[in-house]
């Protein structure tokens, strides 16, 4: 079975600085998709970015970059230039290829931004 | 653009009661998912629908039934409610081809 782990249940960054979450998993597929979802207080899951595992270039989203490394099977999430608004629960999710494949998510990281 | 819609936002209900929940995936999504997050928890698989059958199943209890219609949207049926039901049910939809899966608000659900 695939599991999905977050090692920091909390961090914190100062509004403007950089901030990475770190994600590891553990899976015998070859292929698969990686994403970080968000949580606000409003507990709505929004999607930040996604990773195809066949695909050795790091995705980007704006302020958001991913450092994905396939043999250690580690996903980290990169915050650039911090915002008030970043600050919500981040859940790292797993999902392997196929119609209907489920998310296995991790236990989330909550992430404080501080003035 | 339009998202997943799920209803009721809000329900309570007491033990042993019957609960309903409909979801309305994104237009021309054919898959939904739905998954169950307690307090303080991250979000657990439920189940799966493709093109109106179920596709995969986590851990639901025999409690609970859902299906999809012909227009795809689903609906989840909880039957005897217990304490431990009282959660947020998250409807999620997504297009086969795409791998991406996009979350509706969620129904809060208290079980009283």
């Known amino acids: 079975a695939q599991t999905v782990t977050q090692s920091q249940p909390e961090m914190s960054v100062q509004e403007a600085e950089t901030v990475t979450l770190s994600c590891t998993y553990d899976t015998s597929e070859s292929d698969y998709y990686l994403f970080w979802y968000k949580q606000p207080p409003s507990r709505q899951m929004i999607l930040v970015i996604r990773?195809?595992?066949?695909?050795?270039q790091n995705a980007t989203e704006n302020r958001f970059s991913v450092n994905f490394q396939k043999a250690a099977k580690s996903f980290s999430l990169k915050i650039s230039d911090s915002q008030l608004g970043d600050a919500a629960m981040y859940f790292c999710?797993?999902?392997?290829?196929?119609?209907?494949?489920?998310?296995?998510f991790g236990t989330g990281t909550r992430l404080q931004v501080t003035l | 653009a339009a998202g997943v819609i799920q209803s009721p936002r809000h329900l309570i209900k007491e033990k042993r009661e019957t609960a309903t929940l409909k979801c309305y995936p994104i237009?021309?999504?054919?898959?939904v998912y739905w998954y169950q997050q307690g307090p303080g928890q991250d979000p657990q698989f439920l189940i799966s629908f493709y093109e109106k059958m179920q596709s995969d199943k986590g851990s639901i209890p025999d409690r609970f039934s859902a299906q999809q219609f012909s227009d795809y949207h689903s609906e989840l049926n909880m039957s005897s409610l217990e304490l431990g039901d009282s959660a947020l049910y998250f409807c999620?939809?997504?297009?086969?081809?795409?791998?991406?899966?996009?979350f509706g608000p969620g129904t809060r659900l208290l079980v009283l």
């Open positions: 990773q195809e595992a066949y695909k050795q």
């Open positions: 999620a939809s997504s297009l086969r081809g795409l791998q991406t899966q996009y």
């Open positions: 237009p021309r999504h054919d898959t």
């Open positions: 999710a797993y999902r392997k290829t196929g119609t209907a494949s489920k998310l296995t």
